[in-house]
């Protein structure tokens, strides 16, 4: 298996259109996931108030490169908020 090397380079863009879930969020009386595309998903964690921010977890379909040299594929509580500096305008 190869190691996948970006040197100089930026990491792939992000693809906010690849599906995503918003999982352990309260949703009237269930915790159901909600599965919509990724930007879609940040979006909706953005208006989660603070204490269930911090329990939501997102899973992507694809992994993502932020900063560091390893790819995500599940984002937990405020580390979401890594995505959504990144949202499209």
């Known amino acids: 298996m190869a190691e996948a090397t970006w040197g100089d380079a930026a990491p792939p863009a992000i693809d906010w259109k690849m599906s995503a879930s918003l999982e352990n969020v309260t949703r009237g009386d269930a915790e159901l996931p909600e599965v919509t595309n990724l930007e879609a998903a940040v979006r909706a964690w953005q208006q989660l108030d603070p204490e269930l921010k911090q329990h ?3 899973s992507l379909e694809r992994p993502v490169i932020l900063d560091g040299p390893l790819p995500l594929d ?15 305008e």
């Open 56 to 58: 939501a977890v997102l």
């Open 74 to 88: 599940h984002f937990v509580g405020e580390t979401i908020q890594d995505l959504a500096k990144r949202l499209p």
